[in-house]
């Protein structure tokens, strides 16, 4: 349980310090994404997706983050790097969502049908 508590903080940290950080860049117009949980009103059944939902979150806020980084800097190593930590990123919201679906039948099942809708859709 402490280890989870320790994640959730984590991840809470990260989207806080990336908001701030984003904010100051930007002079206080973040586009952070906040996630309020108060980790004693999550019921213990659900505590693992809620992790795990919040840590995609807040790496597609580091996404954000990093590509907005690199479309305003002018220089080309800060923006070669920024879009390689970006990357990096993506990997873990695919480690997350992968973790999701064994933790989530239905996330599993609705993610497919969107996959097929969108299929779909480009089809026609």
């Keep these: 349980m402490r280890a989870k508590i320790l994640i959730m903080i984590a991840c809470l940290m990260m989207t806080g310090v990336a908001g701030y950080l984003l904010g100051e860049i930007q002079e206080g117009n973040a586009q952070m994404a906040t996630?309020?949980?108060?980790?004693?009103?999550?019921?213990?059944?659900?505590?693992?997706?809620?992790?795990?939902r919040n840590g995609i979150t807040s790496e597609l806020d580091a996404i954000?983050?990093?590509?907005?980084?690199a479309s305003m800097t002018k220089n080309a190593t800060t923006k070669k790097v920024l879009l390689d930590i970006a990357k990096?990123?993506?990997?873990?919201?695919g480690e997350f969502q992968a973790l999701l679906v064994s933790l989530d039948a239905e996330q599993k099942t609705e993610l497919e049908n969107g996959k097929k809708e969108v299929d779909a859709l480009a089809k026609s």
Aim: aromatic share 4%; net charge negative; proline share 3%.
């Design 64 to 69: 954000n983050l990093y590509e907005q980084m």
């Design 35 to 52: 996630t309020p949980i108060d980790v004693s009103k999550v019921q213990q059944s659900d505590l693992e997706r809620e992790i795990v």
């Design 88 to 93: 990096e990123e993506k990997t873990h919201v």
